[in-house]
């Protein structure tokens, strides 16, 4: 591994980034009646993008909105501009990465959606942003939040809208908890603007269609689930190798499970509701290969996981597939809309580091270079602790990269615990645990679950 | 821009803290008010709908049949005394304050002093009004579990990692 290509500077990165910047100054006052400067942020963008397919409609939205007449259409194409920055950004963070680890990556490419017809609750979600919009973020306040809870109510029990109605539901809680706007003592200018894009761009019918491309039949070796949540939802995420059966080039793969959930559902609570949809799970807890038959997979290497095409195989070592396996697995490519720097999360098997700990911050010096270790992203209901990361002598890895640098978020470690050499996995207690505070965790999150399900059960449908 | 307002992925709001739902299964801060539903201790069937303004600490308290509760009559009721102690427990004691625009004179907040200093006011008792939409909000929220799980890939989760803070 080439540890030093992560420090050095990107071309282009930063001014690409500048635009993007310009843009989000320009929501966090509100597109209603632009001020100069925000007009300047408007106007930079179209600039950056006058290279594109894009630019003559970019152009058009940013002088509309600078003159306060922008319409949905418009707002639509801004969005559309940010993301292809942003897209442009990913490309370059990951083609630095490929270098830097000696990766391969696909080319297959990711096919195209079929246009579709726009469905009425999609228009319900653009009309909802687009007032968002307008207010900027120091203008919200309950009654411009209250109006998304009615979309999303609607949204989230139809699968083929479950993407955009995660998102949203997910965003306006965040602005809820920060109304009003004109109170806020700082803004997170970058999310915001990542979230009000994807989700405007997610309204577009088709956009959010990733459709299998092909099966897959071979042995699945996992190397550690990632988990995701907020207040009513969460996403594990196992990455793994996929090892074809007549021994095709095996390929960087994962398998996904989500939910929606009651924000009272927490830690534990988060692996038991996610638990009985994904027997990969409980196989990750044990240490155990898959064999796949027939699974469905996306062009991006996802697989569209379904217990029916999975059996449990033979014991397998996480480490050991990560030493192995890894190195000569090819990753996916990423979906057109899906290139977001926020969306890189590349599997990578770290040695012979030195762990140092400095303000609180922990980083790996790998030959010399600091590579930030993202500690705060391991699930509080697991076995493993930035203490035991601090401790380790080797480490499987997702690579990220965000506000500016790269870092690692530790998925598992080798370390030594009294003398003895052992494995310790963020996602250990995913498949159910024997660990005396994960049972206790587990018993406070079955009864939190009762107790909801009980008053379901006597309130609800009445 | 600083390191937090350039983070695509920082967690703008911390995950509720676990807590024990059986007495209050439903609490939040919104709208605002400090609002939820509060089982009752004799009717299995029955549960109040408890609210506090922000600001005012205009309080209202009734069951989800819209019958008034006999204890918050001119002082906050035990209901609203419960929902105050399972807020700070779900989201702290600093929180809540801070939404209910409290302010505790010595020391940090606690379920106790929120109670007390809003109570030291004389707060009016608030009209009933709200409980409707309180009460089709716990609905909403008790729908969640009703959701069908997916295993089709969530991009857009990538911006909600977890962090090992709480509220």
């Known amino acids: 591994m080439r540890a030093d290509l992560l420090s050095e500077p990107i071309a282009g990165l930063d001014e690409a980034l500048a635009a993007v910047d310009g843009f989000d100054q320009a929501l966090v006052a509100g597109l209603l009646r632009p001020q100069p400067a925000q007009a300047a942020g408007l106007t930079e963008l179209a600039h950056a993008v006058a290279g594109t397919p894009l630019a003559a409609r970019v152009a058009e939205a940013a002088e509309k909105t600078a003159a306060g007449a922008a319409s949905e259409d418009h707002f639509i194409a801004l969005a559309a501009a940010r993301t292809a920055l942003l897209g442009s950004v990913h490309d370059a963070l990951v083609s630095r990465l490929d270098e830097a680890f000696g990766r391969t990556r696909s080319e297959e490419t990711a096919p195209q959606a079929a246009e579709r017809q726009a469905a009425n609750l999609l228009v319900a979600a653009r009309s909802w942003l687009s007032d968002l919009a307008r207010s900027g973020w120091q203008g919200i306040d309950h009654d411009v939040i209250s109006g998304s809870a009615q979309v999303v109510s609607a949204m989230l029990p139809d699968p083929a809208l479950r993407r955009l109605a995660t998102l949203l539901d997910g965003f306006a809680a965040e602005l809820a908890a920060s109304c009003p706007g004109t109170s806020l003592e700082r803004v997170p200018v970058r999310r915001w603007g990542d979230l009000w894009s994807r989700a405007m761009l997610l309204t577009l019918p088709g956009a959010a269609e990733e459709p299998a491309t092909g099966t897959a039949t071979g042995r699945l070796l996992p190397l550690g689930v990632d988990l995701q949540e907020h207040a009513t939802a969460v996403q594990a995420q196992v990455h793994a190798v996929f090892e074809p059966v007549g021994g095709a080039v095996s390929r960087v793969v994962r398998a996904s499970v989500s939910v929606p959930k009651p924000d009272t559902v927490v830690g534990a609570g988060l692996w038991q509701l996610l638990r009985p949809h994904m027997s990969l799970l409980a196989a990750l807890g044990e240490g155990r290969s898959m064999d796949l038959v027939g699974m469905p997979v996306t062009a991006e290497g996802d697989l569209v996981w379904s217990d029916e095409q999975a059996r449990p195989g033979e014991p397998a070592d996480a480490f050991a597939t990560a030493r192995v396996a890894l190195p000569t697995a090819t990753d996916a490519v990423t979906a057109p809309l899906d290139r977001h720097p926020a969306r890189i999360a590349v599997p990578v098997f770290l040695e012979g580091y030195v762990a140092q700990t400095d303000d609180d911050a922990l980083s790996f010096a790998v030959a010399g270079h600091p590579l930030i270790v993202d500690t705060d992203r391991i699930p509080s209901a697991g076995p493993l602790t930035p203490e035991a990361v601090a401790a380790s002598g080797a480490c499987i890895g997702l690579l990220r990269w965000d506000a500016g640098t790269y870092r690692v978020q530790p998925l598992a470690v080798e370390t030594t615990v009294r003398k003895k050499a052992v494995a310790i996995h963020a996602g250990g207690w995913a498949g159910g645990t024997t660990d005396k505070a994960g049972v206790k965790a587990e018993k406070a999150a079955t009864d939190a679950v009762a107790v909801l399900r009980e008053r379901a059960g006597r309130l609800l449908r009445k | ?167």
């Open chain 2, 1 to 167: 821009m600083s390191d937090w307002e350039r983070s695509s992925t920082e967690r703008v709001i911390a995950p509720a803290r676990p807590r024990k739902l059986a007495k209050v299964p439903f609490v939040e801060l919104a709208d605002g008010r400090l609002q939820g539903v509060v089982s009752s201790g004799s009717d299995i069937e029955r549960v109040y709908v408890s609210s506090v303004l922000v600001g005012t600490y205009a309080f209202a308290c009734s069951t989800n049949n819209n019958r008034p509760c006999g204890g918050a009559r001119g002082s906050f009721c035990n209901h609203i005394r419960a929902l105050i102690s399972e807020a700070v427990l779900q989201y702290g004691a600093e929180r809540v304050a801070r939404y209910l625009r409290v302010e505790t004179v010595d020391g940090e907040p606690s379920a106790q002093t929120i109670a007390d200093v809003m109570s030291n006011t004389r707060p009016s008792q608030g009209d009933t009004k709200a409980a409707a939409p309180v009460f089709s909000r716990f609905l909403r929220h008790l729908a969640y579990l009703e959701l069908a799980p997916s295993t089709a890939p969530l991009p857009e989760m990538q911006w909600f990692p977890p962090t090992r803070g709480v509220a």
